[in-house]
């Protein structure tokens, strides 16, 4: 079993930024491919960005790509998302995953993958 904890959260303003934390416990996160997921009101949850256990290989939904930045810290158990140049469409729950399972590219995005979840924090971006 893995525990998934975020931290991070909180109200920026649209071009500001900042960075979420996914605590693992349980089992080291090295052998788990993390994946981080969004839901805003009224709408599904979707996929935002993913980090591949074995070579760190990383993905990212178009609307995000080039201004959010996903990594791990083997040594610290955690993982991360740094959020740059936010604007008002990136206001969420955001959600933390993790999987043990080998994925292919093409299935990090997939929430269907993830077998451990966290809690989510919220990300509001507004003047």
């Known amino acids: 079993q893995v525990q998934l904890v975020e931290s991070g959260g909180g109200v920026a303003q649209p071009g500001g930024s900042l960075r979420l934390s996914c605590a693992a416990s349980?089992?080291?996160?090295?052998?788990?491919?993390m994946g981080w997921f969004r839901q805003a009101p009224g709408k599904d949850r979707e996929f935002v960005a993913s980090i591949r256990n074995y070579d760190a290989n990383t993905v990212y939904a178009d609307s995000v790509k080039g201004r959010f930045t996903v990594s791990r810290d083997r040594a610290k158990n955690t993982a991360y998302l740094q959020m740059n140049s936010l604007k008002p469409e990136d206001t969420a729950v955001y959600f933390c995953?993790?999987?043990?399972?080998?994925?292919?590219?093409?299935?990090?995005?997939?929430?269907?993958?993830?077998?451990?979840w966290g809690q989510g924090t919220q990300v509001t971006a507004s003047s």
């Open positions: 995953a993790a999987t043990s399972r080998h994925l292919i590219i093409s299935s990090m995005s997939s929430n269907r993958m993830y077998d451990y």
């Open positions: 349980g089992r080291s996160l090295g052998r788990h491919t």
